[in-house]
């Protein structure tokens, strides 16, 4: 498949590029403050979804100021998630669609917009923008914001906004920076912006009972309950059925002393009860690194932290003896399912003990930019240590020390940060509540959103929330992986990404949208986030050519622009179900 682009050449266009993009976002970072910063349109959160909010503003006449807490554009999608998860490709359209194409084109392919993905080794029919460089990805955005003519400001970290009424006047950033706009998009993963400007939102799972939902609240899905009869692999590392030897789960135990409760928890274990199944709860998905790996030879040595101690992998070498109990012939693919990327890189993703931490994700969607700062360190610590446990412990399988000991950091990549990415994966942080709560009556098609912004496609895949103890063994609590009953890709409503009338009248919100934990799960694929945030913008901009609020904008003028935007709003009969 097109998708798929492993193995390929260094694209030809970066050899070929002047200094004009890269220059000018270098000179908007460090030029001097003014007084007050002005524009129409400002977005907060260089993310994938604020640089297609911050073009499509620019593109439509507007002067516009992308701000970004950090230093690079793209977040995930430049930042490491090279395989970026897409439902069914025919829902993605607009400035979306125009990035992933002009990103593979610059390697010579062409993507297959107008197919639908076809299960391979009995995983599911989903997939991406595979095998691209994450820094070929930062600077195809880095290019289009440039050629928009955005201005765009690093370092940017939000103090406080300023409101009059449910108006938000201006915000004041931690260096003292005013901005003022007559439009506000906010576009980080946390929602940030929107918590400043005072608008409800919510980081419980809500429970099944608040929206009638079936996956929300409290979960242990049978799938990965602790088993000992797991089936061997085939060639793709999946079982008969789909699931992947990256998510096999085993009744192990969790004590110190074997058996002893007495004796304390294990490391990487979370302390809790383990409640009851759809109950309310507090807690976000589990976050973690995406890996670029490298087996080319100038690949740069995964060094463990300086507190490294292989007391704290006990429990994954309990799992190791338990794979090996059943007769796994292990291999790298236990620990995280890897794809391949072009110039010897390869895309890892998590895997039942890979990169995810769960619990320690609890605390970043209010903490502090500094603290936040730290929890990444403690992932990143964590992640390196388990990698160099795998690649060095005597209890780990020789064949998979052989295979970690073939991979290193790209010297190419993260050049400013040693090779590791700079961008943790922020799964789930606050999510807003409005008048339109999405929730799993919409992703599995029982309910229909109006003034559809966009579509959503992709199952229902919801990290885990804890490592618990649950009768007498270990247990993922929240991890689900399923698809939504076989419907089809489902509306968006433009009401779930703008807050109340009474609270904010001038703010779009488009990853920390208006969503139930367990229908969040579905929506929160990178594409998705871009085609909200595009449509974001184009609703900002009529609403002030219009004077008028957010929640007022033309629906039938917004989704003739949407459209003359190719934008995809409505999942078409004749293209059958793609419910996933």
Partial sequence: MAFFLARMKRPAFLTLLTCSAACSLTAWAQSPSAAILEADVCVYGGTSGGVAAAVQAARMGKKVVLLEPGRHLGSMTSGGLSAVDIGDPRTVGGIAKEYFTRLVAGYGKTLEWDKPFISKGGGPATGGAYSIEPHVAEQVFNDM???????????????????????????????????????????????????????????????????????????????????????????????????????????????????????????????????????????VQAYCFRLCLSTAPDRLPISPPTDYDPKRYELVARFIAGCLAMGDDMDLRW?????????????????????????????????????????????????????????????????????????????????????????????????????????????????IAAHSVGLGSYGTDTHEIRRIVKDGVVQREGKTAGGRDGAPPYPIGYSAIVPKASECTNLYVTFALSASHTAFSSIRMEPVFMVTSQSAATAACQALDAGVTVQNVDQAKLREQLLKDKQVLEWKKEWGSSGH
């Fill in 145 to 283: 914001v440039n050629e928009a003519g955005v201005t765009v400001r690093f370092d940017s970290r939000l103090a406080k906004a300023e409101k009059d009424g449910a108006n938000i006047t201006a915000i004041v950033l931690a260096d003292g920076q005013t901005v003022r706009a007559r439009m506000y998009v906010d576009t980080t993963y946390e929602g940030d912006l929107m918590a400043k400007a005072g608008v409800s939102y919510t980081i419980t799972r809500e429970g099944n009972a608040k929206y009638g939902e079936t996956y929300n609240g409290i979960s242990y899905d049978p799938k990965y309950q602790p088993r000992t009869n797991h089936l061997k692999p085939g060639p793709t590392g999946r079982v008969k059925g789909g699931q992947g030897v990256w998510d096999r789960d085993l009744p192990l135990d969790p004590y110190v002393v074997p058996g002893d409760p007495n004796s304390g928890l294990l490391p990487l274990l979370n302390a809790g009860d383990p409640g009851t199944p759809g109950e309310p709860a507090p807690g």
């Fill in 335 to 447: 620990f995280s399912k890897h794809d391949a990327l072009p110039n010897d890189k390869w895309d890892f993703n998590t895997a039942t003990f890979g990169g995810n931490l769960p619990g320690a994700s609890w605390e970043w969607p209010e903490a502090s930019y500094d603290r936040r700062v730290e929890i990444a360190k403690e992932h990143e610590n964590y992640h390196r240590g388990l990698l160099h446990f795998l690649a060095t412990d005597s209890r780990v399988p020789e064949k998979v020390r052989a295979d970690m000991k073939r991979y290193g950091l790209p010297k190419d990549e993260f050049k400013d940060n040693g090779g590791w990415p700079h961008q943790l994966y922020i799964r789930e942080a606050r999510r807003m509540v409005s008048d339109l709560v999405l929730t799993e009556h919409h992703t599995f098609g029982r309910q």
